[in-house]
C-alpha cells in the first residue's frame, strides 16, 4: 500500500497557517498537512522528539517554512535540515513575508529548494499555496528512498 506524502508546515501566524490549510484543501491535500508552530517544535517533529516521538516516518513531500520563527528560527531550521544525511533531501520551500536581501541569499546558501514571499493580497496568497502544495505533493518526483535515508 502506498503512503501519501505528506507536507509539514511550519507556521506561527494563526491566520497564515488557516490560509495556508484552505489553500491546501482545495487540492485535497489538507489530510496529508501536520501544522507546527515553531522552530523547536519543527525539529522535534522531525527528529520524533517530546510530543512526536515514537510518530512514524512523514514520507514528506516538502516542509513549508516561515522565517521568523519563535523558539528556533527558520533559518536554523533549514540549516540543521539541510546539515542532516537523512533530512538533506526533503525539500523546503521558504514561505515568508520577509523580502531581506540577506534572508533569500542566506536561505539558498543554506540549500533551500525556493523561496516564496507571501502575497499580501487573499486571494494571490490562496493562489501561491495551492501551486506549492500541488507542485511539491502531486507532481514533484522526490530522491529514492534509500537516497533519502543517507544511502548514497
Known sequence: MVRLKRILLVEDNANDAELTMEALSEHNLVNGVDLVRDGAEALDYLYKRGSYQGKQDGNLAVI???LKLPKVDGLEVLRTIK???KLRFIPVV????SREERDVVESY???VNAYV????NFGEF?????????FWAIINEPPPTTLKRGDS
Do not use: M
Open 117 to 120: 514571499v507571501k502575497p499580501v
Open 83 to 85: 546539515g542532516d544525511p
Open 94 to 97: 521558504v514561505l515568508t513575508s
Open 64 to 66: 513549508l517554512l516561515d
Open 109 to 111: 546558501r543554506l540549500g
Open 126 to 134: 490562496i493562489g501561491a499555496v495551492k501551486e506549492l502544495g500541488a
